[in-house]
């Protein structure tokens, strides 16, 4: 459960304007290791690792922190869900 607050906590961060869109991907890699977390969890993280790839060098500065946002909505909505069927 504690690797789903750290996740929770770096997109709740990113969402405030605390960091870049480029952090984010340095943080959400960095802030777990797969192991113990569900098939789903890491698919969604591999989904949002992919997606702010794209973003950050597809997009220009204010739609890729856009984008940036909504990954971070999408994976919180994701690790609420999987907290809940713990």
Same mark, same amino acid.
């Given at each position: 459960?504690?690797? $789903?607050?750290?996740? $929770?906590?770096?997109?709740?961060?990113?969402?405030?304007?605390?960091?870049? +869109?480029?952090?984010?991907?340095?943080?959400? +890699?960095? /802030? #777990?290791?797969?192991?113990?977390?569900?098939?789903?969890? #890491?698919? #969604?993280?591999?989904?949002? *690792?992919?997606? =702010?790839?794209?973003? +950050?060098?597809?997009? *220009?500065?204010?739609?890729?922190?856009?984008?940036?946002?909504?990954? /971070?909505?999408?994976? =919180?909505?994701? +690790?609420?869900?999987?907290?809940?069927?713990?």
């Amino acid at each position: 459960m504690e690797k $789903l607050d750290n996740l $929770l906590y770096v997109c709740q961060q990113y969402l405030q304007g605390k960091f870049n +869109i480029e952090e984010l991907q340095s943080r959400l +890699i960095t /802030a #777990i290791k797969p192991d113990n977390l569900s098939k789903e969890v #890491i698919e #969604i993280l591999a989904w949002a *690792n992919n997606e =702010i790839e794209s973003a +950050i060098f597809c997009l *220009n500065d204010e739609d890729k922190e856009k984008q940036g946002k909504e990954i /971070a909505s999408k994976l =919180i909505e994701a +690790i609420n869900n999987e907290k809940g069927e713990q």
